[in-house]
């Protein structure tokens, strides 16, 4: 099972049992307001939940969808991950993603979150660069990718699946900086 260990939390790869916190977390408007993956359902977010199982699985994996759990509790609090946008013979790149349910924002575990998905990008994974996007609103978001020294490379027009246009902020840190 991939695991990432972090200092208050760990993040790892799903079981079965998580369904109910995972569609708990994509079906509450608070939390999917500025994501671009939203479930109305059980049934639509068993769907997206059977993919993140399967990857787990794949001896060519490019998603990373993982549970971030409270290391003491071994409660889930939310999700996180990383998806490679690009592998090559001496690196890669890839994009991180997170979000908490709204009971435990504001705690500085995004930034946590963060933190150990880039570092275990830039060990585990051998990756030289990792990016993240954010809705321009979504300050908080933002804040997370500037506090874990990511820098904005640009802005740009884009549009959810239900046709809501909103101003995309595209971060990124390298390994090496130049
Ligand atoms: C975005 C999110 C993950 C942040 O989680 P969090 O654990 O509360 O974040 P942290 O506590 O690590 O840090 C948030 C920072 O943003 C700041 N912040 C929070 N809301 C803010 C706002 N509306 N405007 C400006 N700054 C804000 C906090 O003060 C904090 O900064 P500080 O450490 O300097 O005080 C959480 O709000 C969330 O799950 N949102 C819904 C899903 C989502 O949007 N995910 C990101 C998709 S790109």
């Not at 993956?37 to 787990?56: N, Q, T, Y």
């Not at 794949?58 to 946008?85: D, P, W």
């Not at 060990?123 to 804040?143: E, G, H, I, L």
């Amino acid at each position: 099972m991939f695991q990432i260990q972090a200092k208050r939390i760990y993040l790892r790869d799903h079981l079965p049992a998580d369904l109910q916190d995972f569609h708990e977390l994509l079906s509450n408007p608070q939390v999917n307001r500025y994501l671009s993956v939203r479930s109305g359902s059980v049934d639509e977010s068993g769907k997206r939940f059977e993919e993140c199982l399967l990857e787990a699985n794949n001896s060519n994996r490019k998603k990373y969808f993982l549970a971030v759990c409270l290391n003491e509790s071994h409660q889930i609090i939310g999700e996180s991950g990383f998806t490679i946008l690009d592998r090559y013979e001496k690196g890669g790149v890839a994009e991180i993603g997170y979000f908490l349910k709204p009971a435990f924002w504001g705690f500085g575990y995004a930034q946590e979150i963060a933190a150990a998905l880039i570092n275990a990008c830039f060990t585990t994974m051998n990756f030289d660069k990792v990016t993240a996007t954010c809705d321009s609103r979504n300050a908080a978001s933002a804040k997370v990718m500037q506090k874990c020294g990511m820098t904005l490379e640009q802005s740009v027009k884009s549009h959810y699946p239900d046709g809501e246009d909103f101003l995309q902020l595209e971060f990124s840190i390298k390994r090496h900086p130049e």
